[in-house]
């Protein structure tokens, strides 16, 4: 199966998991976007970033903060970190029981969040409260009969990186899905508005870039430059409201290849600061080794997706947001273990000579630049 186009992996799942759907292919198109959400999650984690996430926050343009959009995922500065540790809890883990913990929540108004269900789902980036300075998340680290531990983050509101994934199906007998080039420009345009750095064209098709220095002076100069200028700036001051913006996006006859461009591939890789293309080789090896053959230690993996997408599911405990809490050990322990193998599973569409270790170094820059912010 590693070999398969997504097209054969879509038409493979509708006819083994599926098969009760009344649309098939589509039901299996749509759980194909959330693998490719689920594998960008784990990534981000295998790259340490995971108590700087939020999923699926809503982003104001710059300047402009009446219009929000929805990412997949933005990366936030670490304002605080506290580790709790709460002993003989028994689920649902609430962020009541959480609050109780943290002097700085005690009189605050928290959301009705379960971080860990009594059906063994677990929520990631799971948010307790939101304030002006930003929202404030928790994750699970361990959890026993005895006790379970927790890291609770208070993050800055604006993310210095967002996430977006893109993937488009085609329905059956049609060579292109009308809502591509639709989806297409809607991310090119959440991409280019929210960034304080602004790109413009030159006459001869390179781009520039411009950014208004905290004094009201303009630092402009190649794109390329003045992002990198951004990321390596020595203060919080220097890139205030900068956002370095990612787009993951995943073939199905629409977006043809990394080396076969089509129109909609690139709008988005003229839009986004990074466009990352993730292979049908990529994909249908996480299919096969963590959902169809998967080893003994990965079977939670595949029962956890079985078990979301039968004909009467309860709730499915296979996303992004919610987990079973086998699966989220196996996903973790497979994409730390298969780190190396899992970056060739990305092509690099932009930029030029782009990697994906410069990627995850250039966020770590500005990870660990964020955390110093208001010292």
């Not at 028994?90 to 109780?100: E, G, H, M, N, Y």
């Not at 090119?188 to 960034?195: E, T």
Request: aromatic share 8%; charged share 25%.
């Amino acid at each position: 199966m590693a070999s398969q186009t997504v097209d054969a992996l879509q038409n493979f799942l509708a006819d083994t998991v599926f098969q009760h759907a009344s649309d098939r292919k589509k039901a299996a198109g749509r759980a194909l976007g959330t693998l490719v959400e689920i594998v960008t999650y784990y990534t981000l984690l295998a790259w340490g970033l995971r108590d700087n996430i939020v999923i699926e926050r809503s982003v104001p343009e710059f300047a402009n903060p009446e219009i929000n959009h929805n990412v997949e995922f933005s990366i936030h500065p670490i304002r605080a970190k506290h580790r709790v540790e709460i002993n003989q809890v028994s689920p649902p883990i609430t962020a009541a029981k959480i609050k109780r913990q943290l002097t700085f929540l005690q009189d605050a108004d928290i959301k009705s969040t379960q971080l860990f269900g009594s059906d063994s789902v677990r929520r990631n980036s799971a948010v307790l409260r939101e304030s002006e300075h930003g929202p404030t998340v928790a994750n699970l680290d361990a959890l026993n009969n005895q006790s379970c531990e927790i890291t609770v983050c208070e993050l800055s509101a604006n993310p210095f990186a967002i996430f977006e994934c893109k993937r488009v199906g085609v329905e059956e007998g049609m060579k292109k899905g009308p809502q591509t080039i639709e989806k297409a420009k809607q991310g090119a345009y959440v991409a280019r508005s929210v960034s304080s750095l602004q790109k413009v064209r030159l006459r001869n098709g390179e781009f520039q870039g411009i950014i208004e220095n905290p004094d009201g002076s303009f630092k402009t100069g190649p794109y390329e430059t003045v992002l990198q200028e951004m990321i390596d700036a020595p203060y919080i001051t220097d890139i205030a409201g900068f956002i370095l913006t990612i787009g993951v996006v995943s073939n199905h006859g629409n977006w043809f290849s990394s080396d076969n461009q089509n129109k909609e591939l690139r709008v988005l890789a003229q839009s986004y600061d990074w466009l990352l293309f993730l292979t049908d080789n990529g994909l249908s090896q996480f299919i096969e080794e963590l959902i169809t053959k998967p080893a003994s230690r990965y079977q939670s993996v595949r029962k956890a997706f079985i078990e979301s997408y039968t004909a009467t599911p309860r709730r499915n405990k296979f996303t992004k947001v919610r987990i079973d809490r086998g699966a989220d050990e196996g996903l973790r322990n497979y994409f730390m273990i298969h780190k190396r193998g899992i970056a060739s599973w990305f092509n690099v569409i932009s930029p030029q000579n782009g990697t994906l270790e410069t990627l995850q170094n250039d966020l770590n820059k500005l990870a660990v630049k964020n955390q110093h912010e208001g010292d």
